[in-house]
């Protein structure tokens, strides 16, 4: 007893100078407001006693005139706040003033609770279940084991349920509005941060973290509410929110749709049904149900009362909001929040959630006033509510009033609650370890896997693999690709210039392709040589002109390429596609940062084959052996096109047809009589074949010629005679270009891509993809995504069950330390 009255006397004195700090700091604002409370401060110099509680009465003698004085003394804090608004908006010290304001009710707590001490072991405590429930919801969100207790805010549209929820905030952050907009579930998570300079809003579903402007909160809940469709009007997916501040209790709160009576004509006719079943769903045990109702409305009407019976007959999981106490005479208030014809174990708690001119604006001027929002008017619904409950003390005896009992009473309630559910949980937690553990050791054979180790091994052995065909894919390897592509240039240009016949296929019947075109079989004897001579260096010219520095590192680019998909589609990576492109694109890339350097270094260093080509004797030779096999080449693919265009149209058939066209060919006709057509039956279709058959009949013959004079002649043994053997010259022509393009090409292009692209890999995937990409891109493939959320549901459940143990523990701790105590 002694200890307390010391104790008591301490604190008194303490408010004493801090009054009269107040006051002096007051008096050099407005004198005014000296003129209003200098007759309290008179009083302060009196005996001092015990003072009750606040914001819900005190017990026994009611308060002593010192804790009046107090009380009023932090009222007139508060007016000098309010008179100080009306100054410039937006100063700095306009907040410093707001939380000077903020009364503090520590001392007056009521009767029901002035043993209730939330240490911060029990703050810790509650953390740590809260964070047990988060984990738990992670691992199976239907689960009916795997679940701790959530306070669960219910009530009519009209009942003030969001004004409660931001009373217990300290912000205006849930969506407003004429029309109903809480569509979805609001899934808060309030955490006690006591080194947080103020509060911070987080949507970890949305990735938005570290909000400040709770104006912003506000438009993004509402955002996501009017997702819902009008036609749908309510949706049970919920909105996760998390707020982190110094002045909110760690608690766990679930916003529901508020209830109504009759469906609007724009709602749907079911949507008063669609707002109970979703209600009923949170409101099953083990979560605590908040039911909020206005003081004005009988309580007989409130559909929150009313649901809370039906999921809770016995009113033990129950806690009872009375809002808007202002609006009715205190006695009447008194006798509900003591009413014994709707008893409720945890009772009813009475507040005042908004203050009459909240609503209003604040500061003047010529351009008028400016409406109270955020946590001004947090500090004016707090203010309001300690003066009203102050002035009706008396009538308020026996009764827990105000807002920040109601949050310690909620945090009173969760932890009893979480406590409860704690054994059954634990052993929930475990049977469900061992057999997620069990599975897990059956399927997979307890080998880890995450999304980031599953990309990296796919990118490893792609690397490898990139490895490997460095060493297949080389020098003689591009040599040859580019040799075979100017092969075929060398075929065009033949052709072109000598083994055409003049038979055009689109259009007439004959016609040439040059006027004086003369018979390739005079090319062997022929003695005047300037026709053959300037049809040579055309081809040549055309060869060595035809772009062969982009034409090699195009080809050079696409066949690598080429050769970067093959791979990709024998490892896991072909299955995602998201994946395969990235590793395309990739490839692309770093091919693309030497494209026009590498062609221009090839273009430059071929330059001179442009003016002249000298030939070694041991060029020819090679060359006229590949020339050969080349024309041999050409010919099978001749003879197997002419194979099957015979076995399309018919052998009889498209020998009638030839011997049709052949016929006006001999008569010189320009053009084919339809009648005539009509009469033999050959259609369109048939004559086009039948004159690409002619065509490759001529150019067989002439292949089968030019094969056998660049066999077998003599004169296509010597580069002298290089005009009769042109096909020789052209060979050579292209490997020189080959072997001279190859030497850039292996150096700058090729070398470069196999020292830079698995470092574009590395870039690619490890650089510019998030966690959440990762995770995206290994479930793509069904039998990785089963072995990754398995484990996922094992390391949550192991992690969920080491928080658990070590809370045990520490009750198991304080039962040995204080033997006589209660564990709740």
Known sequence: MAAGGTYIAYKVEQAQQYTSDRFSAIKDFTSELFDKTGDVFKGLGGDKSNSGDGSGGGGGSGGSEDAAALGATAAAVGLSSDEESDSIVGDDEDTEEDEETLIDQDDDEPPDLENDETTDDMLNLTRQMIEIRNILSAVDPQSETLKLPSIVVIGSQSSGKSSVLEAIVGQEFLPKGSNMVTRRPIELTLVNSPDSASEVAEFPALKMFNLTDFTQVQKTLFDLNMAVPASECISNDPIQITVRSPRVPDLSLVDLPGYIQVEAADQPTELKQKIRSLCNRYLEAPNIILAISAADVDLANSSALRAAKLADPLGERTLGVITKLDLVEPEKARAILLNRKYPLKMGYVGVITRAPDSGKSSGGGLFGRKRITGYQAYVAQQNFEYQFLKDNKEAFIGTITGSRNLKKKLMKVLEKSMSASLRPTHLAIQQELEETAYQFKVEFNDRSLTPQMYLANNIDLLKVAIKELSQKFSRNELKALLKNELDQKVLDLLAERYWNKPFDLKGDVYASTEPDLRELSQLSSVEEESYWHK??????????????????????????????????????????????????????????????????????????????????????????????????????????????????????????????????????????????????????????????????????????????????????????????????????????????????????????????????????????????????????????????????????????MRKIEGILAFQRQKIEDRPNSTWW
């Open 535 to 800: 049809k040579l260096d055309l081809a040549t010219s055309s060869l060595t002109k035809l772009g062969v520095g982009r034409l090699s590192t195009s080809m050079l680019a696409e066949a690598i390429v080429t050769e970067i998909n093959n791979i990709v589609d024998k490892t896991q990576l072909a299955n995602h596609p998201m994946a395969k492109k990235a590793v395309e694109d990739a490839a692309k890339s770093v091919l693309k940062s030497k494209y026009y350097s590498t062609a221009d270094q090839v273009e430059n260093c071929i330059k001179p084959y442009k003016y002249e080509v000298e030939i070694e004797d041991r060029e020819w030779n090679a060359s006229r052996d590949s020339a050969v096999n080349l024309i041999k080449e050409e010919l099978r693919q001749c003879e197997n096109v002419y194979s099957a265009l015979k076995k399309s149209v018919g052998g009889r058939k498209l020998q009638q047809i030839v011997t049709y066209l052949e016929k006006l060919n001999g008569e010189r006709k320009t053009e084919i009589d339809s009648d005539s057509n009509e009469t033999l039956g050959f259609s369109k279709t048939l004559i086009e074949r039948g004159k690409y058959a002619i065509f490759l009949k001529e150019r067989q013959k002439l292949l089968k010629m030019r094969y056998s004079f660049v066999k077998n002649s003599k004169k296509c043994k010597s580069k002298d005679n290089k005009y009769q053997c042109p096909e020789i010259f052209m060979d050579a022509v292209s490997s020189k270009l080959t072997s001279t393009a190859i030497l850039f090409l292996n150096v700058e292009l090729l070398s470069d891509f196999y020292y830079n692209f698995p470092r574009k890999l590395d870039e690619e995937f490890f650089g510019n993809l998030s966690k959440e990409q990762m995770e995206s891109f290994a479930k793509e493939d069904p039998k990785i995504k089963k072995h990754i959320e398995l484990q996922e549901r094992k390391d949550l459940l192991e992690d969920a």
